[in-house]
């Protein structure tokens, strides 16, 4: 079974920036898909970046593009969102993903309990 707990979620101010961690246990987290999803409160989930391990893709939604960096170190079974230049659209819980098949922004198998980010003007 495959567990995923995310850290680093706080409150910050507009422009400021924070680190998201996402620690994976129970499987070979190398070999697959890790991403980072959000959902403000009235709102459906949204996509928000992906890294695929196997060929070092990276995939960001443009909201976040330029601002957002995904990263991974596959020896720690770690993933992290460095979000800069906050918003305070960027206001949401913030979910990591795994996904064992080979899509970015959909297909995910397990999910963390979310980290509430809020962003104040």
């Known amino acids: 079974q495959v567990q995923l707990v995310e850290s680093g979620g706080g409150l910050v101010q507009a422009g400021g920036s924070l680190r998201l961690s996402c620690a994976a246990s129970g499987r070979t987290f190398s070999m697959y898909v890790m991403g980072w999803f959000r959902q403000a409160p009235g709102k459906e989930r949204e996509f928000v970046a992906a890294?695929?391990?196997?060929?070092?893709?990276?995939n960001y939604a443009d909201s976040v593009a330029g601002r957002f960096t995904i990263s991974r170190d596959n020896a720690k079974n770690t993933a992290y969102l460095q979000m800069n230049s906050l918003k305070p659209e960027d206001t949401a819980i913030y979910y990591c993903?795994?996904?064992?098949?080979?899509?970015?922004?959909?297909?995910?198998?397990?999910w963390g309990q979310g980290t509430q980010v809020i962003v104040s003007l």
């Open positions: 993903g795994m996904n064992l098949g080979n899509l970015m922004r959909s297909g995910y198998d397990y």
């Open positions: 890294i695929r391990r196997s060929d070092g893709n990276i």
